[in-house]
Structure formats: structure tokens, C-alpha cells
């Protein structure tokens, strides 16, 4: 089955810097690469995704990348704020009707 | 639409003891998923029902563990007998994986907090 590695765990920058947090993944079938942010005590929520026929896709401040042939991809988030604060999950699946592997969580810190 | 609709939200309970979580999927969506998290394990999948079909199992981590999903709108998610190291909290979601409505998104539900004494 699919696995992901997800790195780091914990990731502290100052309010106002860039946050990466990067991805690998093994089943060359996959080609859905979600990204969800969980709030302290609060269900996981999807921020942004990424299919494996587009390389790069952004939202504002947020913008994720896909390399297909290294099997990786990347959150990016710019010019952080408070309410980034929260752990992110990356996910990978093959689409359709199956479930979504998840990375084990990247705990995102901003300090003021 | 009210979401994702999962209860209990907490529960406590003791070692030995059978353990039902419940779960009402958005309307409309034919996919319906169940996971555990825990600080160790992070998100697994433990099972997930397209068309109220289980289609895969293979995250469920014992015998003790089953789930069903009787219609459309209702999936439940039972332990017997608990054990200590089943706490954690439980998440159902569910998707539109068909036609063009499809867009792999899962909408969690707010979580069962587990804890087995």
C-alpha cells in the first residue's frame, strides 16, 4: 500500500516568514495530493490539493508542488501569521472512491 | 448542510467494555471513511464504504474491531471488547467520488474522544 513520509514534525518561524513542509510518497499510482490543516481540538480541513497532472497550484498565500518522477510534494506558506498555527497533514491517493494516506503531521508554530 | 454528524463526542469508558461510534455522512455523498488518530500513529485509515459496500478493511487493527453501514445516511464503528490502547480519537468522513461532482475532498466529522480505562 501507498505510505508517506512527512517532514518535519515541528517547524517554529517568525510571524511574517515562509514555512515549508515537504513530502514523499511511494506508489507511483497515486495522483491526488491533498493537504489539510488540523486546529488544536478541531476536525483536520482541507487547505489546498494538487492532482499529478498540474505541477504547481496556489492560493494566496499558500502554494503547493509536485514532483512526480522524485515522489514529492511541498506546502509552502508565505508571509505567516497566528493563525497559521496548526498541524498540517499531507495525503496521497490513486483518486476514485479510495481513502487518502496520510503524512504523521507537521506541528506549525509561528512566534510573534 | 450540517457536515459530518459523529457521536458520541466523548466517551469514557472501561477496559472489557463494548464501545458503539456513530456517524451521519453529508447527504448526497456515497463514500464514507473511518479514522483513527493518535499522537503516535497520527491518521490511519481503519476502513471505507462506497455505496454502503465495505471496501477495504484492511486498517482495522483486530477482530475486535467491526463496522457497518446499514443505509446511506448512518455508519457505526464498534469495539468489543475495548482495551486501553484503543483510545484515541476517531474521525468518520465522507466524499462525492463519482461523476463530476467528485473532487477527493473529505469532510471529517468533529471526532469520538475515546478513552478506554
Known amino acids: 500500500g501507498e505510505n508517506v513520509e512527512q517532514h518535519p514534525s515541528t517547524l517554529s518561524v517568525q510571524e511574517g516568514d515562509s514555512a515549508v513542509i515537504k513530502c514523499t510518497y511511494s506508489?507511483?499510482?497515486?495522483?491526488?495530493f491533498p493537504w489539510y490543516k488540523q486546529e488544536l481540538g478541531k476536525r483536520p480541513q482541507l487547505i489546498i490539493d494538487?492532482?499529478?497532472?498540474?505541477g504547481e497550484k496556489k492560493d494566496q498565500r499558500i502554494a503547493v508542488t509536485l514532483n512526480k518522477t522524485a515522489k514529492h510534494f511541498s506546502l509552502h506558506i508565505t508571509e505567516t501569521q497566528p493563525e497559521d498555527s496548526a498541524v498540517y497533514f499531507c495525503a496521497a491517493s490513486e483518486g476514485g472512491a479510495d481513502g487518502l494516506t496520510f503524512g504523521k503531521g507537521t506541528h506549525l508554530i509561528i512566534q510573534p | 448542510d450540517a457536515g459530518v454528524i459523529q457521536s458520541p463526542r466523548h466517551e469514557v469508558t472501561e477496559m472489557g467494555q463494548e464501545v458503539t461510534l456513530r456517524c451521519k455522512p453529508i447527504s448526497g455523498h456515497n463514500s464514507l471513511f473511518w479514522y483513527r488518530q493518535t499522537m503516535m500513529r497520527g491518521l490511519e485509515l481503519l476502513i471505507y464504504?462506497?455505496?454502503?459496500?465495505?471496501?477495504?478493511d484492511s486498517g482495522m487493527p483486530e477482530d475486535r474491531f467491526s463496522a457497518k453501514m446499514p443505509n446511506a445516511s448512518f455508519s457505526t464503528l464498534k469495539i468489543q471488547p475495548s482495551e486501553p490502547r484503543d483510545s484515541a480519537v476517531y474521525f468518520c468522513?465522507?466524499?462525492?467520488?463519482?461523476?463530476?461532482?467528485?473532487?477527493?475532498?473529505?469532510?471529517f466529522g468533529e471526532g469520538s474522544r475515546l478513552t478506554v480505562l
Open positions: 506508489d507511483s499510482a497515486s495522483n491526488y
Open positions: 464504504f462506497n455505496n454502503n459496500v465495505p471496501i477495504d
Open positions: 494538487i492532482r499529478s497532472n498540474v
Open positions: 468522513a465522507s466524499s462525492t467520488p463519482t461523476g463530476t461532482a467528485y473532487t477527493g475532498e473529505l469532510f
